[in-house]
């Protein structure tokens, strides 16, 4: 069964920083893209970042581009979302989900609030 | 970027077929596949895969749900509607990078 668990989030003031996890299960998870993609408390869905089974590429939504990085470690079966000069915009619940070209399986989130 | 419109809600009596809709300002096809995805999330919880490449039933979702369309219309249809589809619906593509509809959320009269 695939399982994906995201943690690290929390409750951070403006500008600061955050790195969120999402440690993956029951798939080769050196072979598949994955995506971060968050949600904005009673809003939609919004896709932020990309990464390669192998770290080749990576592709960045506008409103993160910059400030955040995506990055995975295959061999701790483990992908990264780095959060920099976060802002009140930035809160919401960050999914991680497998494959490239849809999601074929979501983690159960974690809530990031960025709040002085 | 490309944009998908979906109307923001639906209401439709139990055993009724539900027919949600999905516009998107660019050409999703590519190649003979269409880069159009359909995602249910009920309050609380993550997404989950419906329907990948405009058509196809993703592993274990039942088959009352169906999609269909090409370029730049597509539709979602559940038939017959029961009680636990009551949810938010989005489309996603991925022809041009990877953008969601504003989502459609499905009630019962």
């Known amino acids: 069964e695939v399982q994906l668990v995201e943690s690290g989030g929390g409750l951070v003031k403006p500008g600061s920083s955050l790195k969120l996890s999402c440690v993956a299960s029951g798939f080769t998870f050196s072979s598949y893209g994955m995506h971060w993609i968050r949600q904005a408390p009673k809003k939609g869905l919004e896709w932020i970042a990309l990464i390669y089974y192998d770290s080749s590429n990576k592709y960045y939504a506008d409103s993160v581009k910059g400030r955040f990085t995506i990055s995975r470690d295959n061999s701790k079966n483990t992908l990264y979302l780095e959060m920099n000069s976060l802002r009140s915009e930035d809160t919401a619940m960050y999914y991680c989900?497998?494959?490239?070209?849809?999601?074929?399986?979501w983690g159960q989130g974690v809530m990031v609030t960025v709040s002085s | 970027d490309i944009v998908l419109t979906q109307s923001p809600a639906l209401a439709v009596s139990l055993g009724q077929r539900a027919t949600i809709s999905c516009k998107t300002n660019q050409n999703v096809d590519y190649y003979g596949n269409s880069y159009m995805h359909w995602y249910q999330q009920k309050p609380g919880q993550q997404p989950k895969l419906l329907i990948y490449l405009a058509s196809n039933l993703a592993s274990g979702i039942p088959a009352r749900f169906s999609g269909r369309g090409s370029g730049t219309d597509f539709t979602l249809t559940i038939d017959p509607v029961e009680a636990d589809d009551t949810a938010t619906y989005y489309c996603q593509q991925s022809r041009n990078l990877w953008t969601f509809g504003g989502g459609t959320k499905l009630e019962l009269k």
């Open positions: 989900a497998k494959g490239v070209y849809y999601y074929s399986s």
